[in-house]
Structure formats: structure tokens, C-alpha cells
């Protein structure tokens, strides 16, 4: 690469769009959230965006990045917008109620105490309690905060839940729609229902990270990049709430639970389960994160939640130095008061794998048939794959085999499956 006359750096074709989806990733959320304060609706502030990405497609190759290029793409969309009202007529107005909205918030600022621990100005925030808005399907919130926030496209989005793209860009459509018809502001909650709509963020930000830590479906048994754009929205929704103890806890709970990645499948991307891991390939400088962002949650006081409950368990594991010497009567312990905090089926059927870890087989097949009697679970693979589990150990293995022919034919995930279906088979 050289320098231009400008100082920008000019470039082949192949590493300005490298470069230019480096920025996209990075400051998408802030780029997006800058214009929607502008021109006051998400949905066009994202399309003024989009527009500015392909004008720097067109640009750059050929007169160079700019030193500050999101900055570039920023001025770009904004001069877009002005553009938009000049045609629209409506120039004069809308430059005069910019100004006086500038106005206010100065006078504002004036009369402003120095500072206010309660207060949240932060336009990022704002566009992520959009994303995460209440009158948006789960699935829709994970794309759009995928999209928006996280800077992925929607083919990437795809890929990562084993979609075809034409339905990611149908959720991402409609629920541009949505907000747009529910006239959503572009405005962090009020302290009334901010806890509410932060738990529906939370809730977001958990279940992206699962899918790849634990694929429901397709080839690979993780998607771990899934799980590392989740841990990167976390790690920006705590800098920008430090005194939320959940956002903190969650954090934990994924550094911790990401730390064991490199040891769960082996080079040809089969499933490696906790037993058979070589802990020295353990991420340790993530359990070092997860580990203060847990102490961190805990300073903030209150107790811990259900993430906070979550991220102990997982730092019993990768405190270990093995299986056998895993402090499995605690972990049992913290699974009962998750339980009490947030009741699960399924966090009883982890309690049952735990306690056959401290207690014994038999203890923990009780408490499987119980949750299978119930029917909590019913059509949920991991139900009979832990029973069967129990019952190989019990030495019952003409019954293990035929639980884990039942967890392999409702398992979505193809190495899942194959894994399930060797236990079935073997002798």
C-alpha cells in the first residue's frame, strides 16, 4: 500500500472491502445510533448506513481509506439524509428543529447536576433496547441485534443459524416494519420497566451464545464465532450498564463456559465431552475474565442471580484440575438455588447429572424418571441421553441403548446425533 496526496491509504479491491467490513463490525452500532438521533427513525437511520457502506465500496478503492473512516461513513449517511429532505421539501424545518433540539440539549446540559449514577445516555444502549424491543419476536431480536449491533450481514446471520438468507432478511424486514408501526422511540426505558426490557437483552445476548456453544442444528457440533460476537455485545452492554450485576454475571458465564471451546471438539470438529478434554488447552486468560467479571457482578451486591448462579458452575469446572476432583456437591448446591431463582425442567436435569457425579447413579435416575414423568421435556434429546448415561452406569445396557436411540432420533445436530447413535450401537 501507498500514501495518497490526502494521506488516506489506497489499496487493492480485496483489502479495502476487508477493511471496510472491519469497520462495518466495529462501529456499525454507533454509526447507526448517531443517525437515528438525526433523523429520528431506526429503520431509514439503518438504510442511510447501508448506502454509506456502498458508497465507500465505490470510493475507496480507487482514492484511498480515510484515515477515520468511520467517521467518513458517518458524514456520508448524514449528508444523505439532509439530501433526502432538500427533495423532500422539507429542509428548512427539519435543519430548524435540529437546531432547536441542539439548544435544549446544551440548556439542559447547563442545568444538569455534574453527575447522575442513575442516569444512561448512550446512544449505542438506546439502539440496543431497540433491537431487543418487547413488541419484536425472539427471533426477530436476535437478528436485528445481530445486524445492527453486532455489524454481522445477513448472510453471516444465516450461516450461523442454519437459515436460508431470504428468512434472515424477512425477520430483519419485519421487524424494521414493526418498530417502525409500534412508533418506537429511540429512548433507553424508564427506570419503571428498565429492568424488564434489560432482561429481555440479557435473554437475547444468552441465547446467541448458546446456539454456538451448543449448534441445535446442522454439520458443525459448535459454532463458536456465534458464541464470540455474543461475548463482544456483552462485553460493550456491561461497559455501558457497569452497575447492572446481570449483565456482569452474564459476561462471566460466557467467559467461563467459552474457555473450555478449544478442548470441546478434536481437529476433525468431533464432539469432546467433558471427561476426555485436555484442560491445559483451556483458554485460561478467559477464565481469568470470567472470573473477575463474576467478582465484578458480586461487588455490585444483591445476590446472585440466575447468570451469576450459572457462572459459578462454570467456574467449579474450570477451576478443576479434573473431573474427579471437581467440587461436585457444590455445583449441586448451586444447581438447587438456580432452581429456586429460575425454575427449569432443564436445570433439574442438569441438578440429576450432578448429583450423579456426588451422590450416585441411582440418586440422580430418580430425579430423571420424575422430570420424565412429568413430561416437561417431552421430545427433548438430552433427556433420554442423560438417562441412558445413568442407566450405563448402572450397568443396564440393553436399556441404555435404547434411550440413546430415542436422544439420537430427536437430536437436530448431525455430530450430536452420530455421537448418540455410537452409543447405541456399542457393544
Same mark, same amino acid.
Given at each position: 500500500?501507498?500514501?495518497?496526496?490526502?494521506?488516506?491509504?489506497?489499496?487493492?479491491?480485496?483489502?479495502?472491502?476487508?477493511?471496510?467490513?472491519?469497520?462495518?463490525?466495529?462501529?456499525?452500532?454507533?454509526?447507526?445510533?448517531?443517525?437515528?438521533?438525526?433523523?429520528?427513525?431506526?429503520?431509514?437511520?439503518?438504510?442511510?448506513?447501508?448506502?454509506?457502506?456502498?458508497?465507500?465500496?465505490?470510493?475507496?478503492?480507487?482514492?484511498?481509506?480515510?484515515?477515520?473512516?468511520?467517521?467518513?461513513?458517518?458524514?456520508?449517511?448524514? !449528508?444523505?439524509?439532509?439530501?433526502?429532505?432538500? !427533495?423532500?421539501?422539507?429542509?428548512?424545518?427539519?435543519?430548524?428543529?435540529?437546531?432547536?433540539?441542539?439548544?435544549?440539549?446544551?440548556?439542559?446540559?447547563?442545568?444538569?447536576?455534574?453527575?447522575? &449514577?442513575? /442516569?444512561?445516555?448512550?446512544?449505542? %444502549? +438506546?439502539?440496543?433496547?431497540?433491537?431487543?424491543? &418487547?413488541?419484536?419476536? !425472539?427471533?426477530?431480536?436476535?437478528? %436485528?441485534?445481530?445486524?445492527?449491533?453486532?455489524?454481522?450481514?445477513?448472510?453471516?446471520?444465516?450461516?450461523?443459524?442454519?437459515?436460508?438468507?431470504?428468512?434472515?432478511?424477512? +425477520?430483519?424486514?419485519?421487524?424494521?416494519?414493526?418498530?417502525?408501526?409500534?412508533?418506537?422511540?429511540?429512548?433507553?426505558?424508564?427506570?419503571?420497566?428498565?429492568?424488564?426490557?434489560?432482561?429481555?437483552?440479557?435473554?437475547?445476548?444468552?441465547?446467541?451464545?448458546?446456539?454456538?456453544?451448543?449448534?441445535?442444528?446442522?454439520?458443525?457440533?459448535?459454532?463458536?464465532?456465534?458464541?464470540?460476537?455474543?461475548?463482544?455485545?456483552?462485553?460493550?452492554?456491561?461497559?455501558?450498564?457497569?452497575?447492572?450485576?446481570?449483565?456482569?454475571?452474564?459476561?462471566?458465564?460466557? #467467559?467461563?463456559?467459552?474457555?473450555?471451546?478449544?478442548?470441546?471438539?478434536?481437529?476433525?470438529?468431533?464432539?469432546?465431552?467433558?471427561?476426555?478434554?485436555?484442560?491445559?488447552?483451556?483458554?485460561?486468560? +478467559?477464565?481469568?475474565?470470567?472470573?473477575?467479571?463474576?467478582?465484578? /457482578?458480586?461487588?455490585?451486591?444483591?445476590?446472585?442471580?440466575?447468570?451469576?448462579?450459572?457462572?459459578?458452575?462454570?467456574?467449579?469446572?474450570?477451576?478443576?484440575?479434573?473431573? #474427579?476432583?471437581?467440587?461436585?456437591?457444590?455445583?449441586?448446591?448451586?444447581?438447587?438455588?438456580?432452581?429456586?431463582?429460575? &425454575?427449569?425442567?432443564?436445570?433439574?436435569?442438569?441438578?440429576?447429572?450432578?448429583?450423579?457425579?456426588?451422590?450416585?447413579?441411582?440418586?440422580?435416575?430418580?430425579?430423571?424418571?420424575?422430570?420424565?414423568?412429568?413430561?416437561?421435556?417431552?421430545?427433548?434429546?438430552?433427556?433420554?441421553?442423560?438417562?441412558?448415561?445413568?442407566?450405563?452406569?448402572?450397568?443396564? +445396557?440393553?436399556? /441404555?441403548?435404547?434411550?440413546?436411540?430415542?436422544?439420537?432420533?430427536?437430536?437436530?445436530?448431525? !455430530?450430536?446425533?452420530?455421537?448418540?447413535?455410537?452409543?447405541?450401537?456399542?457393544?
Amino acid at each position: 500500500m501507498t500514501d495518497d496526496h490526502d494521506g488516506a491509504m489506497v489499496g487493492s479491491t480485496t483489502d479495502v472491502e476487508r477493511t471496510i467490513a472491519a469497520v462495518w463490525r466495529i462501529e456499525s452500532a454507533k454509526i447507526v445510533a448517531t443517525l437515528t438521533r438525526m433523523v429520528g427513525d431506526f429503520s431509514q437511520a439503518e438504510d442511510l448506513a447501508q448506502d454509506a457502506l456502498l458508497e465507500a465500496l465505490r470510493q475507496w478503492p480507487a482514492d484511498g481509506t480515510p484515515r477515520n473512516p468511520a467517521a467518513w461513513l458517518t458524514a456520508v449517511a448524514k !449528508r444523505r439524509a439532509i439530501d433526502g429532505w432538500r !427533495r423532500q421539501e422539507r429542509f428548512d424545518d427539519r435543519i430548524a428543529t435540529i437546531a432547536y433540539d441542539l439548544e435544549r440539549e446544551q440548556a439542559d446540559a447547563m442545568d444538569a447536576d455534574p453527575w447522575d &449514577p442513575d /442516569a444512561i445516555d448512550d446512544d449505542v %444502549l +438506546r439502539l440496543v433496547f431497540i433491537s431487543c424491543h &418487547p413488541v419484536l419476536s !425472539r427471533e426477530a431480536s436476535v437478528a %436485528l441485534t445481530l445486524r445492527v449491533i453486532g455489524g454481522l450481514s445477513s448472510e453471516e446471520i444465516a450461516r450461523a443459524f442454519v437459515v436460508p438468507t431470504a428468512t434472515v432478511q424477512q +425477520r430483519i424486514v419485519r421487524a424494521k416494519k414493526t418498530l417502525g408501526a409500534a412508533k418506537v422511540p429511540f429512548e433507553v426505558p424508564s427506570r419503571q420497566e428498565y429492568a424488564e426490557r434489560l432482561s429481555a437483552v440479557l435473554g437475547v445476548l444468552y441465547l446467541i451464545f448458546n446456539e454456538g456453544h451448543a449448534a441445535s442444528s446442522g454439520a458443525d457440533w459448535m459454532r463458536p464465532e456465534l458464541s464470540f460476537e455474543a461475548i463482544r455485545l456483552t462485553r460493550v452492554l456491561t461497559a455501558l450498564v457497569p452497575r447492572e450485576r446481570d449483565a456482569h454475571s452474564l459476561l462471566a458465564l460466557m #467467559e467461563l463456559t467459552a474457555a473450555r471451546f478449544p478442548a470441546r471438539v478434536d481437529a476433525k470438529g468431533e464432539p469432546i465431552l467433558l471427561a476426555d478434554q485436555n484442560r491445559g488447552r483451556w483458554d485460561r486468560s +478467559r477464565i481469568s475474565r470470567g472470573r473477575a467479571a463474576l467478582e465484578r /457482578a458480586d461487588a455490585v451486591g444483591h445476590g446472585r442471580g440466575a447468570y451469576g448462579l450459572q457462572a459459578a458452575i462454570a467456574e467449579c469446572h474450570v477451576i478443576a484440575a479434573s473431573v #474427579e476432583s471437581t467440587d461436585w456437591e457444590r455445583i449441586v448446591v448451586l444447581y438447587e438455588a438456580l432452581g429456586r431463582v429460575a &425454575p427449569s425442567p432443564i436445570v433439574e436435569l442438569n441438578r440429576a447429572a450432578a448429583v450423579a457425579m456426588a451422590t450416585g447413579a441411582a440418586s440422580a435416575l430418580r430425579i430423571i424418571d420424575r422430570i420424565a414423568e412429568s413430561g416437561a421435556l417431552a421430545g427433548y434429546h438430552l433427556l433420554p441421553a442423560t438417562r441412558g448415561e445413568m442407566l450405563l452406569r448402572l450397568g443396564r +445396557r440393553e436399556e /441404555a441403548r435404547s434411550e440413546f436411540a430415542t436422544a439420537a432420533e430427536l437430536a437436530g445436530n448431525d !455430530r450430536e446425533r452420530a455421537l448418540l447413535e455410537a452409543k447405541a450401537s456399542a457393544d
